[in-house]
């Protein structure tokens, strides 16, 4: 069975970065996209960006996000990043790591609680 696993969460002072990582447990193939949500308490979850699979990999980000953070693959490896830059206390969240096979088929992680707080 395949296991997406999330690693680089903690506690971090506002202005402060974080790198995420997450990769599969077995090599998934035909993979469309691989992105990165967010869920904080009491919200819903939302997406924060994604990375297409092919050609250049062209990204999407959630507003609330560009220009702090960056998304990068690495599909040899089936494992997708997601670099924080100027965290706010807004982005306190678990982060959750996804990833879409052509035809629809998606897989998630257990998600790594990322922390923002002086």
């Known amino acids: 069975q395949v296991q997406l696993v999330e690693s680089g969460g903690g506690l971090v002072q506002p202005g402060g970065s974080l790198r995420l990582s997450c990769g599969s447990s077995t090599r998934i193939s035909m993979i469309n996209t691989m992105g990165w949500y967010r869920q904080a308490p009491g919200k819903q979850r939302e997406l924060v960006a994604t990375i297409s699979s092919g050609g250049g990999g062209s990204t999407n980000y959630a507003d609330s996000v560009k220009g702090r953070f960056t998304i990068s693959r690495d599909g040899a490896k089936n494992t997708v990043y997601l670099q924080m830059n100027n965290l706010k206390p807004e982005d306190t969240a678990v982060y959750l790591c996804?990833?879409?096979?052509?035809?629809?088929?998606?897989?998630w992680g257990q998600g790594t609680l990322v922390t923002v707080s002086q």
């Open positions: 996804n990833m879409r096979r052509i035809g629809g088929y998606e897989y």
